[in-house]
């Protein structure tokens, strides 16, 4: 239901508006139903005041308490029990129009009473369970002290009469003042206010035939058309049935006619059997049409959603699947023609994990199952699909459960979309990621993946071996050619050992001037010939300009893999023995111990 919009009277005449109109009530209601010289046996007044702080702010309640509380004085001292009880029975009636106000704004969120029949339950709960039970005991307590009615006769009367015009009338004045009729006039079609009218006219003639010219008590009569209204017209129809209900079968009863003067008592008591009746009527009404006004606007909500639903399914780009909960294909969108190279029809029946590459069926199945165990979240996967169509070579799937009205999931709705050009990238990037950008060797992050990758193959067998290598007086040759001549002679450095490494081989560049290299499948003795191969290809000065070379050496440490040692341990290993090589000499090679 959406959130209504509180009123906010704000011209200083309001408040004397709302006093007005409640001393006519009151006093109405006092002159016309006191039959038996205490309570009034009607009390519609506490629904107006009720009706006007549930649809206004707070901050506007007490002038509308104050006027109603003078007014309500006002009433009782004039046609009432007089001035004695003036005062008491005005805070009455304001604490009891003051906790249905407060149990309702506290308990119901979107503060509405009548549109929902959840706030309509708050209403009725706090109106006849905690209201005007406290009211009534405290009512009966000044009645019976200042008229010849007893206690429990006063609560009674109170209770009944208070209870019933505050579920006949504070609904509907509800609707009145957040201006639901106005809005159902300018929304409604012609044929639906004709509709409404002629089913209006029939409940009206129906109701006149009851109370007016029927030989017998046919008071069930009224109910047939009153449900009709509530299907057909809603809650408004409803509303506008009840009150001509109450001006028609109450102005009957009040003149004692009608069926109601077959029930044997007062006419108080005759008053609270309609007021009884009217009230079962609206409760029998009300709920239904609100139920029913629900339900359309949740059907509107879903044709609404449908029909995104069929537009992004239909004109987008991704591939739109229905799958049931074993797996198969129910709906597939036009879009899967080209991007899939597969017609939609031909989908229908077939299992999706048949358009899935196998060695990826696994984990898309799994989280095919994993949307289904978690309703209400998204699951997504990437896989490649059984067929490449126009270089479609990867995909990524998302999947969300679809839910009954059990709220248990029925199926899986997943969109698919060309992940091809994405993982590309992806590659690119990681390949970059992956090179030093200033000599081509491996980064340090990549060159210690793979040394992780040797450790485990070494822990089964392999035998291969760590060069941890540094250039002799690097910072010479910066400080005397500058930093451009030895990025140079960096860069020329790892060209020239490269061709001196096996196809399997890596050089990765770990920081500065220093190098480590990956000898796999070699032993300390076969690497160590490989080391001084290496240094024999640097013999030669490199150039770094026309007329400028310069010669290189570097220091390397050994160390091999045997299994045991994490990369932290070996790395450690090959830098003791690389510091030991530059306190020999430099331009050699030191095996770790």
């Known amino acids: 239901m959406p959130h209504t919009a509180l009123r906010q009277p704000s011209l200083w005449i309001a408040p004397v508006v709302t006093g007005c109109v409640y001393f006519v009530v009151a006093s109405l209601a006092l002159m016309l139903s006191r039959f038996e010289g205490g ?38 001292a004039w046609v009432g029990m007089g001035p004695a009880a003036a005062v008491p029975m005005a805070a009455i009636n304001i604490a009891e129009s003051l906790i249905v106000a407060v149990m309702c704004r506290w308990f119901v969120i979107d503060r509405l009473v009548i549109g929902a029949i959840r706030p309509l339950i708050v209403f009725v709960v706090s109106l006849c369970g905690v209201a005007n039970i406290v009211a009534g005991l405290a009512a009966a307590l ?166 995104r639903y069929r537009a992004m399914a239909e004109y987008s780009g991704d591939v739109v699947l229905n799958i049931s909960i074993d797996g198969v294909i129910q709906y597939a969108s036009l879009s899967a023609a080209e991007q899939i190279g597969c017609a939609p029809e031909l989908l229908l029946g077939q299992a999706a994990a048949n358009l899935v590459d196998p060695q990826d069926r696994a984990v898309v199945i799994a989280t095919h199952r994993r949307a289904l165990e978690q309703p209400g979240t998204a699951q997504k996967v990437e896989f490649r699909p059984l067929v490449t169509t126009d270089g479609l070579e990867w995909c990524e799937m998302v999947s969300r459960a679809m839910i009954d009205e059990r709220g ?99 050089i990765g560049r770990l920081g500065g001037e220093e190098f480590a290299i990956l000898l796999l499948d070699s032993d300390i003795d076969r690497s160590s010939m490989m080391c001084e191969r290496l240094r024999a290809i640097l013999d030669e000065p490199i150039a770094v300009g026309a007329s400028l070379a310069i010669s290189v050496t570097f220091s390397a440490g050994l160390v091999a893999l045997d299994g045991a040692s994490d990369r932290s341990t070996l790395l450690e290993a090959a830098d003791k023995a690389l510091y030991r090589a530059k306190h020999s000499g430099r331009n050699c090679l030191r095996l770790a111990a």
């Not at 046996?41 to 309640?61: D, E, G, K, P, Y």
């Not at 941890?468 to 010479?476: R, T």
């Open 408 to 506: 248990l999931p029925s199926g899986v709705v997943s969109m698919i979309r060309d992940m091809s050009r994405h993982k590309a990238r992806q590659r690119a990037l990681q390949q970059v990621a992956a090179r030093d950008s200033l000599t081509g060797a491996d980064s340090r992050r990549a060159f210690l993946d793979k040394l992780d990758h040797e450790i485990v193959r070494a822990a089964s067998g392999a035998r291969s071996s760590l060069l941890l290598i540094d250039i002799d007086h690097f910072k010479s040759v910066n400080d005397r050619y500058g930093h451009g001549a030895g990025d140079r002679v960096l860069s020329a450095f790892v060209e020239r050992l490269r061709p001196g490494l096996r196809a399997g081989d890596s």
């Open 142 to 307: 000044v009645a019976s002290a200042l008229t010849s009615v007893s206690f429990w006769p006063s609560f009674v009367q109170w209770y009944t009469g208070h209870v019933l015009g505050g579920l006949t009338c504070a609904p509907i004045l509800i609707m009145a003042f957040q201006g639901e009729f106005r809005r159902w006039m300018d929304e409604a079609s012609s044929r639906a206010k004709l509709e409404a009218v002629l089913l209006l006219g029939l409940f009206a003639l129906t109701t006149v035939h009851v109370f007016f010219w029927a030989r017998y008590p046919l008071l069930f009569a009224p109910l047939l058309p009153l449900m009709l209204i509530a299907f057909r017209v809603g809650h408004m129809g409803s509303a506008a049935a009840v009150i001509l209900l109450a001006a028609i079968g109450g102005g009957a009863t009040m003149a004692g006619i009608g069926p109601l003067t077959w029930v044997v008592g007062s006419p108080g008591e005759r008053i609270q059997f309609f007021q009884f009746y009217l009230a079962l009527s609206f409760l029998l009404c009300m709920p239904v049409a609100v139920e029913l006004a629900a339900r359309k606007r949740l059907f509107q909500m879903l044709q609404q959603s449908e029909a």
């Open 39 to 76: 309570l009034a046996f009607i009390w519609c007044a506490n629904a107006f005041l009720m009706a006007q702080l549930l649809t206004s702010r707070v901050a506007h309640w007490p002038r509308a308490v104050i006027a109603c509380g003078v007014a309500s004085a006002a009433a009782t």
